[in-house]
């Protein structure tokens, strides 16, 4: 069965430094994409990054990056330069399955990110 | 235009009341989602619907019942709901791409009260 671990509940960085928010997944699939969301406190969950099993190049969008260690199985979220309002639950998901023009995400537990000025 | 919508925002309701969450999207998306969420918790797949059929039911209980009306309104109506089902309720959709979807684009959320 596909699984999606975060072991990090909390995590804290200083305004202006670079975080990095842990994901491992399982899975047999050969075909798998793997997604972050961010929920603030209002509850959107908000889309940032994803990463394609077969992508050869680290996902970027702005701050955001996706460091994939396929052999390792992890997806790892880095934050450059953290702002206030990267202060959030944080949620990495899989893509289970991808037919019939849907998905079914399996998310990880989630892990806190506090920012400090 | 990455909206989506949904109302109310926050709903308190008694056991023995009927209600509907409503969720629209424009995105032209033919994939809509429910999910419901307990705090501190990820989300909970409840339903997919996809091109207005519905394609999964993760064994929800029946005073939970989806309908999808036309490919941009989803609704979750509810009826005989207990405590334990107050929570926060998701709407996403995303796009069909070849027979393949991404990212899910998600609503706001409805705060769910069950008195």
Known sequence: ?117 | DTEVTQTPKHLVMGMTNKKSLKCEQHMGHRAMYWYKQKAKKPPELMFVYSYEKLSINESVPSRFSPECPNSSLLNLHLHALQPEDSALYLCASSQDQGGKSYEQYFGPGTRLTVT
């Open chain 1, 1 to 117: 069965a596909q699984k999606i671990t975060q072991t990090q509940p909390g995590m804290f960085v200083q305004e202006k430094e670079a975080v990095t928010l842990d994901c491992t997944y399982d899975t047999s699939d050969q075909s798998y994409g793997l997604f972050w969301y961010k929920q603030p406190s209002s509850g959107e969950m908000i889309f940032l990054i994803y990463q394609g099993s077969y992508d050869e190049q680290n996902a970027t969008e702005g701050r955001y990056s996706l460091n994939f260690q396929k052999a390792r199985k992890s997806a790892n979220l880095v934050i450059s330069a953290s702002q206030l309002g990267d202060s959030a639950m944080y949620f990495c998901a899989m893509r289970e399955g991808a037919a019939g023009g849907y998905n079914k995400l399996i998310f990880g537990a989630g892990t806190r990110l506090a920012v400090h000025p």
